[in-house]
């Protein structure tokens, strides 16, 4: 039948995927797709493909679809059928500039956010199709420049972001003697065998937030906590690898961190306020390496400070004082369920708390999410505008007062903070270490 | 001749169907079980019962999830399609009676009337799925026309069977392009996206485990 006439595609100029497919011809492209379909193509795919009911029903839940005034391109089953179901179609024969495109589709207009599948009456996992794509994406050597960047520092130095040994134990030493300045006894425990909390943070804190670190030894040190990091490698909970398709690599990279915590024989991880991080060692990493769940239990920073409120381990001095609202990261609230546990310490250290519409399982995901922003510039403008509806969604709950929005999540906080620049919202993000820090007593 | 052509749709043709119907269901369903099981062990791993029984009966009960509610009208009509496409033959007073004729066998049917505004609706409801197809952008750019097709298959045997039962102009011939079609679309489903019906519960079933066992959060 005639289709409506397709909008052109806008041209976004990324090194790694123009090299990547510069280097790809037809006859080459066709045995990889052909051998991964054999390998890794199963009942899911198969299943998930041959069920959709082509019915659009999955498409208002996606952002990228309501934000680009609801072209079909952009549309859940849109994008499948534009990539893998167009890849079945031709059993792997497709040219290299179908490759260039799959890939821009897969890695930049697909946050992996699963609010899709909430919303198609069969459940088809897009987010595991689109990731299907990437795999093909890695395998044929067609990935966004950036990202593949910090997949290769994983793969180099195990963390994200290309920390050396020392620059990390000097972060933390630094850290400490700030933080001493503030608490005259606390420490940033190394290497301490048996410790109760193996306290792992992602890459970009050490790099980019160190301040992070200093707030979390505070709010462990008040808590009275038995807590330690690692001086070695293994430290960095974050995955990438898991958004490039380089699943070998998610699989060393949980492999280390989860090694590391049990070589200083703690009992359980914490892990900063971060999503994706939590997804790879919750959901993903850990089926890589033949687990079903966590080897040792794996704490997000949510549940953690939960605890710490419920147990009565932090006291609030004053509470914030200006009205907040909160974004449900997708991968701790469609995730792990972590929503009302938010909900919770918001309403222990806040005055004043205003929901926006719609979340928890129901909020728009950022659009950083997946590894989209880390695919880099060339992807930021597409990122901020594929994202309207979120802007939308913040003008909405500011106009209600709130001011302050607090996400849980750092790749939230790298999408929103476009997102408030772009539009011009002039809100503020915090982490809700940065309240609870403000907030509690700390003598 | 139309006496031969009508005894051969009457008897091997209705058998044939339903053999095809019930074998490729099973080989479908034994073929996906079998290939998960070789490719997809996590499937086994993850997939619970109280979760996915949780999620398959949310997506049953009309309303009951968010994206229903969304769409009231496609909800509605959707339900009612279902619900009359699956009970209308299979509760049908003249079905029941062949069935009688041959094995003695019977059950309750519905009155008359009843199956004829449910006909109605089938027909009427895929009337509103082309129109969906059509007018709606994004499910436009998804439709193939495989999937026109199916909405005339799943359309014809209800068309032509109203036609019969009422015996307007030609009802004999009707009949028998009645039953061809029927048996043409029993045997079709497992092998086209009809199979959805049967996929169903493994595909909301597993995703609801997912969401449930490893997820915490609900799926609707
Ligand atoms: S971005 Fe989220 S809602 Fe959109 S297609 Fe991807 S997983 Fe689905
Ligand atoms: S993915 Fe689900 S909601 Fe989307 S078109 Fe297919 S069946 Fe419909």
Same mark, same amino acid.
Request: some cysteine; hydrophobic content about 25%.
């Given at each position: 039948m005639t289709k409506p006439p397709a909008k052109a595609r806008p041209h976004f100029a990324d090194e790694g995927i123009e090299k990547g497919v510069q280097k790809l011809t037809g006859e080459s492209i066709t045995p990889v797709i052909r051998d991964i379909l054999k390998t890794e193509g199963g009942a899911r795919l198969k299943v998930y493909m041959e069920t959709c @009911?082509?019915? #659009? %029903?999955?498409?208002?839940?996606?952002h990228h679809y309501l934000s680009n *005034?609801? *072209?079909? !391109?952009?549309s859940p089953a849109g994008k499948v059928r534009q990539t893998i179901g167009e890849i079945l179609r031709k059993k792997g024969a497709v040219s290299p500039g179908f490759i260039k495109t799959a890939c821009e589709i897969a890695f930049t207009e697909c946050n992996l956010c699963r609010r899709c599948v909430m919303y198609c009456p069969f459940g088809i996992d897009v987010a595991y199709l689109m990731l299907f794509v990437r795999r093909i994406c890695h395998r044929l050597g067609v990935v966004p420049q950036y990202i593949q960047d910090t997949a290769h520092s994983h793969a180099a130095t195990l963390n994200q972001m290309w920390v050396k040994e020392d620059e990390w134990i000097d972060t933390l030493h630094w850290q400490e003697d700030e933080a001493r300045e503030e608490i005259p006894g606390l420490r940033i425990p %190394?290497? !301490?065998? #048996?410790?109760?909390i193996f306290y792992s943070v992602i890459g970009p804190e050490p790099k980019f937030r160190a301040q992070l670190i200093y707030q979390a030894a505070v709010i462990m040190h008040v808590a009275g906590m038995n807590w330690t990091m690692p001086a070695t490698p293994g430290w960095d909970n974050s995955d990438m690898c898991m958004y490039t398709g380089d699943f070998e690599m998610t699989a060393r990279l949980k492999k280390a961190h989860f090694e590391t915590a049990m070589r200083l024989k703690t009992k359980r991880i914490v892990m900063g306020e971060c999503g994706h991080a939590f997804r790879s060692v919750h959901d993903v990493g850990n089926r890589f390496l033949g687990?079903?769940?966590?080897p040792l239990p794996v704490v997000h920073a949510i549940q953690f400070y939960y605890e710490l409120f419920r147990d009565k381990k932090l006291t609030v001095k004053q509470k914030f004082d200006q009205p907040v609202t909160l974004h449900d990261p997708c991968n701790v609230v469609r995730g792990a369920g972590l929503h009302e546990l938010a909900r919770y310490i918001i309403h222990e250290t806040c005055d004043r708390f205003i929901e926006m519409h719609p979340n928890r399982e129901h909020n728009y995901c950022c659009n950083a999410g997946g590894g989209v922003i880390n695919c #880099?510039?060339?992807?930021t403008k597409k990122r901020v505008t594929s994202n309207s509806v979120k802007a939308e969604q913040l003008k909405a709950v500011k106009a209600k007062g709130a001011n302050i929005i607090i996400a849980p999540c750092h790749n939230c906080h790298g999408g929103l903070e476009d997102i408030i620049k772009h539009y011009d919202l002039g809100m503020e993000i915090k982490f809700l270490g940065d309240i609870i820090y403000e907030c509690i007593k700390k003598t | 001749m139309i006496h031969d052509i009508y005894s051969l749709l009457r008897g091997p043709m209705v058998w044939l169907a339903f053999c095809i119907f019930a074998g490729g269901m099973v080989f479908r369903i034994t073929a996906m079980v079998g290939l998960a099981r070789q490719k997809d062990r996590v499937v086994f791993d993850y997939m619970n019962t109280r979760y996915a029984l949780r999620s398959i009966l949310h997506w049953m009960v009309?309303? @009951? #999830?968010v994206n229903m509610r969304k769409h009231p009208v496609m909800t509605l009509v959707a339900f009612v399609f279902h619900l009359s496409v699956l009970a209308t033959p299979l509760f049908l007073c003249a079905h029941i009676l062949l069935v009688k004729a041959s094995w003695n066998l019977s059950w309750w049917f519905l009155p008359d009337g009843v199956a004829d505004v449910m006909t109605a609706c089938v027909v009427a409801a895929c009337g509103f799925f082309l129109c969906r197809r059509m007018l709606l952008p994004d499910v436009r750019y998804l439709t193939t026309a495989s999937d026109l097709f199916l909405l005339a298959l799943v359309a014809s045997p209800f068309i032509s069977g109203f036609w019969a039962c009422h015996q307007w102009p030609g009802y004999p011939v009707v009949m028998m392009a009645h039953m061809l079609s029927g048996e043409i679309l029993l045997a079709a489903i497992p092998f086209t996206r009809l199979i959805h019906m049967f996929f169903f519960p493994f595909t909301r079933g597993y995703m609801g485990s997912e969401f449930g066992g490893v997820r915490h959060a609900k799926d609707w």
């Open positions: @009911a082509h019915c #659009g %029903l999955c498409s208002e839940a996606c *005034d609801r *072209d079909p !391109k952009y %190394l290497e !301490k065998e #048996g410790a109760e687990w079903k769940t966590e #880099g510039p060339p992807f | 009309p309303f @009951a #999830g």
